[in-house]
């Protein structure tokens, strides 16, 4: 089942969504509480089009990201190239939220032998439920669910992968995939170490 796994960044996720509304609170908040402030605008599409040419979207798997390539910067340009479409702060983080979901969504189609039969969201995306409803919206049939739906606390999920790589090393089992990594083979993650025994005379 290992051959069958794949697992990329798929874009920005909520890395600029969070300075965005940072940005327009001037500091007071560091992300949109439910996605309200985004559902309360609409999104521009033409923007959204503008955007999803950048050129990460287009690269294929093995591929990551984050605030490397998503930050202030990129920010910065987005709120200029949306001077043309006189967007209230409402309007840009709608607009923004729909580049997440659709970056989301055409990764799947490019990217994925099949659409998935379901959907599963972790991290601060799964409490953003404007997000959750638009990317429902896109994906049509296909279900979207938070991992807590499913047993598996978001809060915690990173916790226990990392508990399963250590006892994968503990095991000898290699804890990464190369065709999700790009690695060149699979290896063994970390080390073990052990403290010396201490031995006192008596």
């Not at 996605?35 to 093995?62: D, M, N, R, Y």
């Not at 063994?188 to 010396?196: D, K, V």
Request: aromatic share 10%; charged share 20%; hydrophobic share 40%.
């Amino acid at each position: 089942w290992l051959e069958q796994v794949y697992g990329w960044d798929t874009g920005p996720g909520n890395a600029l969504l969070d300075l965005a509304v940072e940005y327009f609170t001037n500091g007071r908040k560091t992300y949109d509480y439910n996605g309200e402030w985004a559902a309360s605008g609409t999104p521009c599409e033409a923007l959204v089009e503008q955007w999803l040419a950048q050129e990460f979207f287009k690269i294929p798997p093995p591929k990551s990201t984050g605030r490397e390539l998503f930050s202030r910067d990129y920010l910065k340009q987005c709120l200029v190239e949306s001077e043309a479409y006189n967007l209230a702060p409402a309007d840009f983080l709608a607009t923004l939220t729909e580049l997440t979901v659709a970056s989301i969504v055409e990764s799947y189609r490019n990217f994925l032998p099949q659409m998935p039969d379901q959907v599963l969201l972790c991290g601060g995306g799964a409490s953003n439920l404007y997000l959750k409803q638009r990317l429902q919206i896109r994906l049509d049939s296909v279900p979207v669910l938070t991992t807590d739906q499913v047993g598996l606390s978001r809060d915690f999920k990173e916790a226990i992968a990392f508990a399963v790589l250590a006892h994968w090393r503990n095991l000898g089992i290699p804890g990464n995939l190369p065709q999700v990594t790009g690695a060149s083979e699979a290896v063994c993650l970390g080390n073990l170490y052990s403290p010396r025994s201490q031995h006192q005379s008596s």
